[in-house]
């Protein structure tokens, strides 16, 4: 898969342009027409497989600058649940420093581990009250990321901020505010769609 600007270095590529070659990478990896049952267990059209593109080399420096530009001054580190959030959280963490900043990434377990620490969650330990952006690569109802969100304020984290790389704008953002958390995307399914029928995949 070629750069979408010939042999400039990722790191300083224009985040429009790189906007619009996540889009593209998206349409081309990761979106699938078809029948489909969610992990919210609604049926669906279509299925976005995140990891597709999370987990690709330049979908991975794509996705952590454009998390990292959207992230408040005074992040304190990023976090999300495994798995889908994994290859996010270490992508911007990592990024996060060639950019002069060192944000640490967090990774919260679906279920406690049943040794050692038994902890929830996985990476740095925090000041109290430090603040955690909770990130995530697809957002349907919201639930998945919202369990992140209660184990980080459980261990004593300010989270009032999701961000995603896809919303499929099937609840998860009403559901966002009703919990008084800002909640924004970087591209809605309509952007999705729009592109891959442009793309004529």
């Known amino acids: 898969m070629q750069s979408p600007v ?3 270095p990722y790191p300083t590529i224009d985040l429009t342009i790189l906007r619009q070659h ?23 059209t279509y299925y976005i497989n995140g990891k597709q593109v999370t987990l690709h080399p330049e979908g991975s420096v ?11 001054d005074d992040t304190d580190a990023v976090a999300g649940l495994t798995l889908g959030a994994d290859p ?28 050692g620490t038994q902890a929830y969650i996985e990476g740095a330990t925090l000041k109290p009250g430090a603040n955690v952006v909770v990130l995530e690569d697809v957002v349907t109802t919201g ?6 969100v209660e ?9 009032d901020r999701v961000l995603t790389l896809v919303d499929r704008e099937q609840g998860g953002a009403e559901f966002y505010a009703s919990q008084g958390l800002n909640f924004e995307t970087i591209f ?14």
């Open 62 to 72: 794509a996705t952590g600058r454009i998390l990292l530009s959207m992230l408040p």
């Open 88 to 115: 996010i959280v270490s992508s911007v963490s990592v990024i996060s420093v060639y950019e002069g900043k060192s944000i640490p990434a967090l990774i919260i377990r679906k279920e406690a581990k049943g040794h």
């Open 188 to 201: 809605t399914i309509k952007d999705l769609q729009a592109r891959y029928r442009e793309l004529g995949l």
């Open 151 to 159: 184990r980080l304020r459980a261990a004593g984290y300010t989270v």
């Open 6 to 8: 010939g042999n400039i």
């Open 143 to 148: 639930q998945s990321a919202m369990k992140a």
């Open 22 to 44: 996540l889009l593209d990478l998206l349409c081309q990896l990761a979106y699938k027409e078809g029948d489909f049952t969610l992990s919210s267990g609604q049926k669906s």
